[in-house]
């Protein structure tokens, strides 16, 4: 037996492992994406193999913590893809202002800085009042840090220069106060959001939704789990509702790809159609 095969091996036990003691399933990540953040959380242990990692997993419920932080993926910012907003902005929000009550669901949301754009947006296009953005993700450690609010000063220019790009028509400065290092976004924005704990490997749907945004995460799942998100999505998600997946992903050759029509294609927005 070659080591590349004992390592599969040992990866499959260790996942085994992982989803039947915590009940996070991460087999049926895509494999290459999956080993390489594996073998990070290795070296960033000073471990030397998987079967070692595991031990640690399974003894160390503190170690779990961390190994969750590290393996999922919480690349983001705020108003990222400023094309995709100014769609939203173009596109969505006709279709919103005719609901008396909107229900937007972030699938995914890492440290929260997409939901604050949304809800920017939805602010300036008088919507917010009557909106309610549910934000999930697997990860306890960035949903902690997402409910803050709290973000780099570093990163403001180029969150300005995303805001202004994505249609953005007031000065950026007045969604924060800046202290120290640190911008703080206004309480007023975190109003309507839910931040909660969800997996959507094993989860199944919570409400109907309006929208749905699931940018960038399904590239991270192999073809079968894609197909178990897109069909939690559909059952998810309102007749004429709208979905947003990642300019990488598609909802082609998905057990749904009839359901949609494409309501935006350069950014992949789509409207369930029946």
């Known amino acids: 037996m070659s080591s590349d095969q004992l390592e599969d091996i040992e990866i499959q036990l260790l996942l085994e492992g992982v989803y039947r003691y915590y009940g996070f399933d991460f087999r049926n990540y895509a494999p290459a994406s999956l080993k390489r953040r594996i073998w990070n959380a290795i070296r960033l242990e000073r471990l030397t193999t998987v079967s070692g990692l595991q031990e640690k997993v399974l003894h160390d ?8 932080f590290n393996l999922s ?3 983001t910012s705020m108003f990222r893809d400023p094309s995709f907003f100014l769609a939203f902005r173009n596109k969505v929000v006709p279709i919103l202002r005719t609901y008396p009550f909107i229900r937007i669901w972030h699938a995914g949301c890492s440290t929260g800085e997409e939901v604050y754009s949304m809800a920017i947006l939805l602010k300036e296009e008088g919507l917010y009042e009557r ?4 934000a999930t993700d697997i990860n306890e450690t960035v949903l902690k840090k997402a409910k803050t609010g709290i973000f780099s000063i570093e990163l403001m220019q180029e969150y300005t220069n995303n805001y202004l790009r994505s249609g953005g028509n007031k000065s950026f400065s007045e969604y924060y106060t800046a202290a120290y290092d640190n911008a703080i976004f206004s309480p007023a924005l975190k ?3 839910v931040f909660s704990l969800h997996n959507l490997a094993t989860d199944s749907s919570f409400n109907e939704f309006h929208v749905i945004l699931c940018r960038n995460v399904l590239i991270y799942f192999n073809k079968l789990l894609q197909q178990r998100v897109h069909n939690l999505f559909y059952e998810s998600i309102v007749r004429l509702g709208v979905l947003g997946v990642g300019r990488q992903e598609t909802i082609k050759f998905t057990p749904h790809e009839k359901d949609y ?3 935006e294609s350069s950014v992949k927005l789509y ?3 029946r």
């Not at 909106?131 to 549910?134: A, E, K, M, P, V």
């Open 261 to 263: 029509e494409e309501l």
């Open 271 to 273: 409207r369930r159609i």
């Open 191 to 193: 109003e309507n959001i």
């Open 131 to 134: 909106s309610r953005l549910y």
């Open 73 to 75: 993926v919480n690349v």
């Open 61 to 68: 419920h503190t170690f779990m913590e961390r190994f969750i």
